[in-house]
């Protein structure tokens, strides 16, 4: 009685509402709540009873109900049970370099690129030096494990500004990640930009091309702006020209409850997200870009997309063709083997950017625009079981230097991407800096009685990180424990990067979350707020202390404390704030029997002063 199917709107043999349910508030609210969320979302990415896509807040739906549509609907079953994927959330927009490739044919400047690189590789020049500069960084590069926000935690809590070892190196090591992603990405910032969840006006409030695009700041989630004017919208992967839409964002009273997510209208003669590379609402991400530098003079025509694209029936010559067969085991395998050796798309893909960056007007070329529409049907393929035909002439028989193609033939690009490439000089490999510094602040009282439990946690975890450092060929505890992967010494090096990161983030996780069970095991009952601050400080001591470091500088390792980084912040901001004064100091202000505390915003105003 909670779930209701309510149908899709058809217009034009397009699907205006393809993958988009609705929720109550209510019920949003409780999902926040039992999933510990901090806000409660705009929207959900969820599975449920053989239905999947995204349910979006709607003031329609009360009580603790949903609505669903047939569009969402892929199998029968009866497990009633919602099963949230992720949730909307406000993310940064990032160029790269297919959408730079379409922005380039479309009249944009390379100018506007230049100048935006240069303003990222500046602020990442100045993380170290600037506490407010590495905030902005990392907390607008937000990653899917949390890394840069719990990085952002530590330099609110003054621990750059104390030159602490783990987190210099972090941000150092994180800093030739992103100047590694601009170079061979173009993967560029945009301040005036989202990556956001797609959902639909049930409210037929938007007109045609219109959308509604409220955005929260990610360093205070209650500071919200609404955008409007003129915007670009895409969706990666996108290929062809007309795969960036213009848009206009307007202001909606109706939608006003909606956070973090792109609104699209559901009036017009087609659907905004088919238009973005063939997108839909059922979880598909969209970037929003409202700087008017990067908004073209006009829009392309998109691409025609088949919607109505039917699966391949299987072949058996055994069968009656007029009999509906059943799919076996064996029709599984034959088929999954079949699309192993037909998937063209990385090939196709890197046709389409080599094939762009050697003509004169890009991605406006011919051949470009064949290659975009066989990518899109080399995309569908799994669903359709229509493999790709890339005919020869479509294939790259050379390569820009930006693509890196050692064993083919190449040349040296004087389109954008090459000169953005050839302008980042980055190391293949990390060195950490050798920062020593014991933080004071962190002392808490009682720590003494935790030392030994302490040393025993750490002898063990650190065999645990070096076990995963020789497992995954990294040289070094920073890039194990952080997932900023700079360089792999065994084969490893033959997936891709992001895969490495996977690879190495899901081993590591487990790790963590053991210790931090440790860490809080014994307050699961009774929670004393003072001894969990002293257990902090007492790992942090075994680490840091002087007394406690290893003679050989190669073996010391700095990230055992930090399982516990929420608490060791709380110390480290309260202690920040206080600032004891002995009764040697007090006689420069009149005579003191005792030893007297000062509380300050600014403690080390009066250390200065002194």
């Not at 892929?74 to 949230?84: A, G, T, W």
């Not at 063209?344 to 950017?353: D, G, R, T, V």
């Amino acid at each position: 009685n909670d779930i209701k199917v309510i149908p899709d709107i058809v217009r034009n043999g397009f699907n205006f509402s393809d993958g988009a349910g609705n929720i109550s508030f209510s019920l949003a609210r409780k999902i926040a709540r039992d999933l510990d969320l901090n806000t409660i979302p705009s929207a959900f990415q969820f599975r449920m009873a053989g239905y999947k896509g995204v349910l979006c807040q709607s003031a329609h739906v009360k009580n603790n109900k949903l609505q669903v549509r047939p569009s969402q609907h892929k199998f029968e079953s009866n497990h009633n049970e919602l099963e949230v994927v992720r949730s909307s959330t406000f993310i940064s927009a990032y160029l790269n370099r297919q959408a730079i490739t379409l922005l380039s044919a479309l009249g944009i400047p390379d100018e506007v690129f230049i100048d935006l690189k240069d303003l990222r590789v500046r602020e990442l020049d100045k993380m170290l030096e600037s506490e407010h500069t590495a905030l902005e960084v990392l907390q607008r590069n937000v990653d899917e494990y949390g890394i840069s926000t719990s990085l952002a935690d530590l330099v609110k809590a003054g621990f750059l500004r104390n030159n602490d070892h783990y987190l210099m190196n972090l941000i150092s090591l994180f800093r030739i990640m992103m100047l590694r992603d601009i170079k061979k990405k173009a993967k560029i910032r945009i301040d005036k930009g989202a990556f956001l969840l797609g959902v639909l006006d049930v409210t037929d409030t938007l007109q045609e091309n219109q959308i509604y695009c409220c955005i929260s700041d990610p360093g205070n989630p209650s500071n919200q702006k609404v955008i409007t004017g003129r915007c670009i919208v895409y969706r990666n992967s996108c290929f062809h020209p007309g795969d960036i839409r213009i848009v206009t964002a307007v202001k909606c009273k109706a939608l006003s409850h909606l956070v973090d997510v792109i609104v699209f209208p559901s009036l017009g003669y087609r659907d905004i997200p088919s238009e973005c590379s063939g997108g839909n609402l059922d979880g598909d991400d969209f970037t929003i870009i409202y700087d008017e530098r990067l908004i073209p003079i006009k829009a392309y025509e998109p691409m025609n997309i088949n919607q109505n694209r039917k699966p391949r029936m299987l072949e058996n010559e055994d069968e009656n063709e007029d009999e509906i067969q059943s799919v076996t085991i064996e029709d599984i395998k034959k088929f999954f083997v079949n699309y192993l050796f037909s998937d063209k798309l990385e090939l196709i893909a890197n046709a389409h950017l080599a094939k762009a960056d050697s003509s004169d007007v890009g991605a406006l070329n011919g051949k470009c625009i064949r290659l975009a529409q066989l990518h899109s049907g080399a995309v569908d393929y799994p669903k359709t079981g229509t493999p790709p035909v890339f005919p020869p002439e479509l294939r790259a028989d050379e390569f820009p230097d930006f693509m890196e193609k050692s064993d083919k033939k190449s040349y040296k690009s004087n389109k954008v991407l090459g000169i953005l490439y050839r302008s980042i000089n980055v190391s293949e490999e990390y060195t950490p800096l050798n920062v020593k510094n014991f933080d004071k602040r962190l002392y808490a009282d009682g720590f003494e009685e935790f030392l030994d439990d302490a040393r025993k946690l750490k002898r063990e975890y650190d065999a645990n990180i070096r076990g995963l450092m020789n497992q995954f060929g990294i040289n070094n505890e920073i890039e194990v424990t952080s997932g900023y992967i700079v360089n792999t010494i065994t084969n490893i090096d033959k997936k891709k990067p992001r895969d490495v990161t996977k690879s190495v983030m899901e081993a590591l996780i487990p790790i963590k979350r053991h210790y931090k069970k440790l860490f809080d095991q014994e307050w699961e009952s009774n929670k004393d707020h003072s001894r969990v601050e002293s257990k902090a400080s007492a790992w942090y001591f075994v680490t840091y202390h002087p007394s406690e470091l290893d003679v050989d500088p190669s073996k010391r390792m700095f990230s055992f404390p930090w399982i516990a980084y929420d608490v060791l912040c709380g110390i480290a901001n309260r202690n920040s704030r206080k600032i004891h004064v002995s009764m040697e100091l007090m006689d420069f202000f009149g005579p003191c029997n005792s030893k007297c505390s000062y509380n300050l915003d600014e403690g080390q105003d009066l250390i200065s002063w002194l």
